[in-house]
């Protein structure tokens, strides 16, 4: 297990209100919660990473997992993009500033996580895959932002993705074995 150790660290979670109104921590202790920070919204691998969990969503939350993702758009915004992946009614934190983003570790990328050879790559096979499009506007979030993935139960840490470049793809399903009922 990855602790959160300091009584700072907990107050974040205490301070990382949902959508739904709950506090981040108070989530944890009530059972396990996939914490899935994402890049920006007209990131097209932030789609990949919505489509990919809107399809094993059934099977995360029929194993006990709260799936919780944290943005940097405006509530509103970050509703139309779950709707259109079909996660209605899931939870979410705004976080435009980045300051929990920041407290777990998630970095702006470099030119190469970003942009490199790879990261091209496979962005073309999402865009033409799931045919998505790349979209900037500034209340999508910011575009050099890494997204990460983070498991927790009863405010720690149990296991975690960060991407080493943006085009990674988390296997959610594995992630999640940690603490599946």
């Not at 506090?23 to 920070?37: A, I």
């Not at 779950?82 to 435009?96: I, L």
């Not at 490199?116 to 790559?121: E, M, S, V």
Request: with cysteine.
């Amino acid at each position: 297990m990855l602790p959160i150790d300091s009584e700072e660290e907990i107050l974040f979670l205490e301070e990382m209100l949902t959508n739904e109104g709950d506090d981040l921590f108070s989530l944890t202790e009530k059972g396990p919660v996939m914490l899935v920070f994402l890049r920006h919204f007209g990131c097209v691998f932030c789609k990949e990473a919505l489509h990919d969990i809107s399809v094993r969503r059934k099977t995360i939350e029929r194993g006990g997992i709260k799936i919780v993702f944290v943005h940097m758009g405006d509530a509103l915004t970050a509703n139309e993009y779950f709707a259109k992946f079909n996660m209605h009614g899931v939870a979410h934190v705004s976080d435009p500033a980045q300051r929990y983003y920041r407290s777990f570790g998630l970095q702006r990328g470099t030119f190469t996580q970003l942009y490199g050879l790879q990261t091209w790559i496979r962005g073309y096979q999402v865009k033409r895959e799931l045919d998505v499009e790349l979209e900037m506007a500034k209340n999508l979030g910011d575009s050099t932002q890494m997204p990460g993935v983070f498991i927790l139960q009863n405010g720690r840490i149990k296991e975690r993705f960060i991407h080493r470049n943006a085009s990674e793809r988390p296997d959610y399903i594995k992630l999640v074995q940690c603490c599946v009922a």
